[in-house]
C-alpha cells in the first residue's frame, strides 16, 4: 500500500517535488517507492525526463484506476473524521420517551455543554449503528446487544393513571379505587391490552378490566394526554411520568406498581475511542437517570 500511496500522490500532482512535500519525505524516498512498485508489476510506469517525470501509458492506466479508488478512500476517513469531531449528537429513541423524559432534561445539557446540540431521531425502529448515522440509541429491552456497549436507565414499571378530577368522579370512595377499572381503560398502539392484563393479574384485578371497553390512541403520549384530560384510565410507565405525578396531572390511585421484566437501556457502538462528545453525552444522560430513579415507585 505504502508503494501504491507513493504512486497515486505523485500521478495526482505529476511531480516528485510535490509529492514528496505531501508526503513530508524525501524526493528519494518518493522514488524508491516507485522502483518497488515498478519491479513487482514488472513493468516502467513512469519516464525519467530531464524536466521532471511522465507516466507511461500502462503509467496512466494504473493511474486512471489508483487515482480514484485513493480519492474514495479518503473521502469516506475525512466522513468518518467529520462524524466524530462534529458538534451533533444523534439519539435514536421512540417518540414518548424523547417527548415525556429526554427532551423537558435536554435544556440542563444545553447549559452545560452549549458548543453541543443533540439531534433527536424518533421511531420504533431497531437501529442499525453500522448504517444509519446514530451515536445513540435508547431501546426498552432486556440490554444484551452483541458488540455494543450498553447502560442501564431505569426498570419499565407500570401502574395505572388518570386525572384527579376523573378519580374523585368515578372513585369517590378512596379505599375503592378499582371502580374506575369500570369506566373505560386506555391503551396505545404500542402499549396494546397486554400490559393491562400484566397488571391486573398480578395484582389480582383481572374481573374488573373483563368486561370494560378500552379505547386506543397511535402513541402513549396521545393516550397519557387522554387520560390528563379525564377520558379514561391508562397505563403508565412511570419512569416517564414523574414529572406529571409530581405537577398533580395525573394520579396513580392504587400504589400496585409492576415491574415488566423490561429495561431502558442506552446503547452505542462498540469502539476503541470515543469521541469527547460522546463521553460527555453518555455522562450526562446517566446522571439523569440516576436523578430519575428515586421517583420510581418500589415494586
Not at 513512469?46 to 480519492?71: N, W, Y
Not at 421512540?94 to 452545560?112: G, S
Not at 391486573?200 to 403520549?221: G, L, Q, R, W
Amino acid at each position: 500500500m505504502n508503494p501504491l500511496r507513493a504512486f497515486y500522490v505523485v500521478a495526482r500532482t505529476n511531480s516528485l517535488t510535490k509529492a514528496a512535500k505531501e508526503l513530508h519525505v524525501g524526493q528519494s524516498a518518493i522514488s524508491k517507492q516507485l522502483d518497488v512498485l515498478e519491479k513487482y508489476f514488472g513493468v516502467k510506469l513512469f519516464r525519467r525526463e530531464q524536466r521532471g517525470i511522465s507516466l507511461t501509458d500502462i503509467g496512466q492506466e494504473l493511474a486512471e484506476r489508483v487515482v480514484p479508488a485513493f480519492d474514495q478512500i479518503l473521502d469516506a476517513a475525512a466522513s468518518l473524521t467529520e462524524r466524530s469531531n462534529d458538534s451533533k449528537i444523534r439519539v435514536h429513541t421512540y417518540t414518548t420517551f424523547a417527548a415525556k423524559w429526554l427532551i423537558p432534561r435536554l435544556e440542563d445539557f444545553h447549559k452545560q455543554y452549549p458548543k453541543l446540540s443533540v439531534l433527536i431521531i424518533a421511531s420504533v425502529d431497531e437501529v442499525n449503528f453500522e448504517k444509519d448515522r446514530i451515536d445513540f440509541s435508547i431501546q426498552l429491552g432486556r440490554g444484551t446487544r452483541p458488540g455494543l456497549e450498553v447502560d442501564l436507565l431505569f426498570d419499565d414499571i407500570i401502574e395505572p393513571v388518570c386525572s384527579q378530577g376523573f378519580l374523585r368522579k368515578h372513585a369517590p370512595e378512596t379505599a375503592y379505587p378499582q371502580a374506575v377499572l369500570r369506566t373505560r381503560l386506555l391503551d396505545s398502539h404500542y402499549r396494546p391490552k397486554s400490559d393491562w392484563l400484566m397488571w391486573a393479574k398480578a395484582c389480582n384485578y383481572e374481573n374488573d378490566i373483563a368486561d370494560t371497553p378500552h379505547m386506543s390512541f397511535s402513541s402513549s403520549v396521545l393516550t397519557w394526554q387522554a387520560a390528563m384530560d379525564g377520558l379514561g384510565v391508562a397505563i403508565g410507565q412511570m419512569a416517564l411520568l414523574t414529572e406529571d405525578i409530581k405537577e398533580g396531572n395525573l394520579v396513580a390511585p392504587f400504589h400496585q406498581p409492576v415491574r415488566t421484566g423490561l429495561s431502558f437501556h442506552l446503547l452505542r457502538p462498540r469502539v476503541q475511542r470515543e469521541a469527547r462528545k460522546i463521553v460527555l453525552f453518555r455522562d450526562w444522560i446517566l446522571a439523569q437517570a440516576a436523578a430519575t430513579r428515586p421517583y420510581l415507585p418500589d415494586c
